[in-house]
């Protein structure tokens, strides 16, 4: 069946760095893009940052442009995105996403993993 796992979420201080990683399994990875989103409770989903199904294209929020890459490996099926200099703001659910386009339309894709947990504190 298709899933998309994520892993590396936690607790961080400030200024500090995490990596999260996306395992997709049950469907043909490199003919999608991939994306990252976050959710805070109470505020709806948002883009982070995704890449085309080559690699070559990459897409970022404003808020992160600069501090976050994302990066992929057809091969084994991954989509990380490596954070640095994390700040409060950035703390939330982060979840990885599989679609049909570069875009930062929710819609516009169709597997989503679970989600894993940042939290940056001050």
């Known amino acids: 069946q298709v899933q998309l796992v994520e892993s590396g979420g936690g607790l961080v201080q400030a200024g500090g760095s995490l990596r999260l990683s996306c395992a997709a399994s049950g469907f043909t990875f490199r003919a999608y893009t991939g994306a990252w989103f976050r959710q805070v409770p109470g505020k709806e989903r948002e883009f982070v940052a995704s890449?085309?199904?080559?690699?070559?294209?990459?897409y970022f929020a404003d808020s992160v442009k600069g501090r976050f890459t994302i990066s992929r490996d057809n091969a084994k099926s991954t989509v990380d995105l490596q954070m640095n200099r994390l700040g409060p703001e950035d703390t939330a659910v982060y979840s990885c996403a599989a679609g049909s386009g570069p875009t930062r339309l929710i819609s516009d894709y169709n597997y989503w993993g679970q989600g894993t947990q940042v939290i940056v504190s001050s």
């Open positions: 890449i085309s199904r080559s690699g070559v294209s990459t």
